[in-house]
């Protein structure tokens, strides 16, 4: 009788029984440290209040790199900042803005990204509305007596009150005539625009070579209290955006032959050429240290606000499911990185340059995490037109703690995606990227490159959900014993277009960016 063979297969059995306990005292362990434990609300503090907004091409956002090497040195995480580019240098200064007739009050605004500075003693101005014109010849005429004024660029908005808040209190004959008359005006105002040869990227140069003074803006976003704020596009003249209530008064005063004047003190310096960065942060596989799980989040932010939903929370979701898994799992399987990439609101410049320059960690990668859409609980996941995305992460999500995952809806293969976010990056080199994409919490209206964009929109019970679900998804990738498959669908016809889906390319960074 052959004794060794039941033995081998007792062996084997309690072997595999222990590792499945192995596997859930480890998940339990991140669950546990993340709720008990949890630094969230300190990092942000840190990151969102005490550093701010991180504009490429700042000093904040220089600090931003310093702060986060120097936060994963102390959790005893090996990190360093890459340079891959340079941008133009520029730091945001005071901005304040006062009517100054025919009545005098403080208005509500701030310079944009890169806007040049005033004298310390400011600009002093008529305001006057943009014309309406036949044709460009008409506009160039106009044109010939804006030297010396403030001339305001944005459609003034007929309501400042949102959809959600007419549908509530208003009739519905007054919400529809409401509509109706924004629709009418903003195409209107769009046909305009287009008469004088200019469009919204061109205007400001045509205005600034004009002589204007300095340019005022309202951008928007369809919320209270919230603009959207971005780049000025000018090289000698400030750009300012006023609040849609503080602008639609300037405007309506304009129109009306009530000449407001506006002084505005837009204080900035430009610091020419800088170095970028990414910051990445690694924790050495002890058995495949050549593959690669990469915790990935984009650390730049517009300046309007904070950068707090965009992507503060993305960045600390990553950052505390490191010091997670550097704490219960510090001997990962697999290589473990963290790349924190710069310059990401210009078109995925930090991803794409690790992309180009690590190629190792392309050819080695056994998947990445993305979060970036807001502060919301993760509720979505695509496979991203990987054929057999499904297997593997079924697999890994079959081990995330129910409470965490039983909102997750998952869509395989999906389609990839093509620039959205810097996971896009990595799709286009083939590699296994996916998007933990989040529940909206009037993420566009609201936060999305707005001034609102702060500390006090987090909802830390959902980025807590999400950076339990990260490390666990990391421990379970950094452990399967298979490596992914990069295997691609067949992506089919475009339903809109009728044309085959291509898979999306790799595109170069802009390493010198800022002209």
């Not at 900042?81 to 509500?108: C, F, K, M």
Request: charged share 20%; net charge negative; aromatic share 10%.
């Amino acid at each position: 009788m052959n004794y060794r063979l039941p033995l081998l297969l007792a062996f084997l059995l309690s072997t595999s029984i222990s590792g499945v306990w192995a596997q859930k005292d480890i998940v339990a362990q991140i669950e546990k440290e993340a709720t008990e434990n949890s630094q969230l609300e300190i990092l942000a503090h840190e990151l969102v209040d005490v550093i701010g907004p991180r504009l490429v091409g700042t000093p904040q956002m220089a600090q931003a790199h310093q702060w986060a090497v120097k936060t994963f040195n102390q959790w005893g995480i090996q990190a360093n900042n890459e340079a891959w580019g340079t941008w133009r240098g520029w730091e945001r200064g005071i901005s304040h803005i006062d009517l100054v007739e025919p009545r005098v009050v403080s208005l509500h605004g701030r310079q944009l990204a890169w806007s040049p500075s005033t004298s310390a003693k400011g600009v002093v101005a008529q305001a006057i509305p943009f014309p309406l014109v036949q044709d460009s010849v008409a506009f160039a005429d106009w044109l010939k007596q804006i030297k010396g004024k403030l001339v305001c660029i944005s459609m003034p908005q007929p309501t400042g009150r949102p959809d959600y808040n007419w549908k509530e209190f208003a009739t519905e004959e007054s919400f529809e005539q409401m509509k109706s008359q924004r629709d009418a005006a903003n195409k209107a105002w769009n046909e305009n625009l287009t008469r004088t040869g200019y469009d919204r990227r061109t205007i400001n140069t045509a205005l600034e070579q004009a002589g204007a003074a300095g340019l005022i803006q309202s951008q928007w976003s369809s919320a209270f209290g919230a603009n959207k704020v971005f780049s000025a596009n000018t090289k000698k003249i400030p750009v300012i955006d006023l609040s849609l209530e503080d602008y639609g008064m300037v405007y309506r005063m304009a129109e009306n032959g009530d000449k407001p004047v506006l002084k505005i003190v837009a204080q900035s310096k430009e610091l020419g050429k800088v170095p970028t960065f990414n910051t990445v942060a690694t924790i050495p596989g002890t058995e495949l240290p050549d593959e690669y799980v990469v915790l990935s989040a984009h650390f730049d932010s517009w300046d309007g606000g904070t950068g707090a939903t965009d992507n503060g929370t993305g960045t600390i979701t990553m950052m505390e499911a490191a010091r997670i898994l550097k704490k219960v799992y510090p001997n990962p399987k697999r290589t473990i990185i963290i790349g924190l990439w710069g310059s990401e609101e210009q078109g995925l410049n930090g991803s794409r340059a690790f992309v180009e320059d690590h190629p190792e960690v392309v050819n080695g990668l056994q998947v990445l995490f993305n979060q970036d859409n807001g502060t919301g609980r993760v509720v979505q996941i695509s496979g991203q037109g990987f054929l057999h995305a499904y297997s593997y992460l079924g697999r890994w999500l079959a081990e995330v703690p129910q409470d965490v995952k039983k909102h997750i809806e998952t869509t395989f293969p999906g389609t990839p995606g093509g620039g959205g976010s810097d996971y896009a990056s990595f799709v286009a080199a083939g590699a296994p990227a996916f998007s933990l994409s989040s529940l909206n919490w009037s993420y566009f209206n609201y936060t999305w490159h707005t001034n609102l964009d702060t500390y006090d929109k987090i909802v830390f019970d959902d980025v807590r959900n999400n950076a339990i679900l990260t490390a666990v998804l990391a421990y379970m990738a950094s452990e399967d014993p298979e490596k992914t498959s990069r295997e691609k669908a067949d992506l089919g016809k475009d339903p809109r277009t009728g044309k085959e889906r291509t898979w999306p390319t790799t595109r170069a960074p802009n390493r010198n960016g800022g002209e």
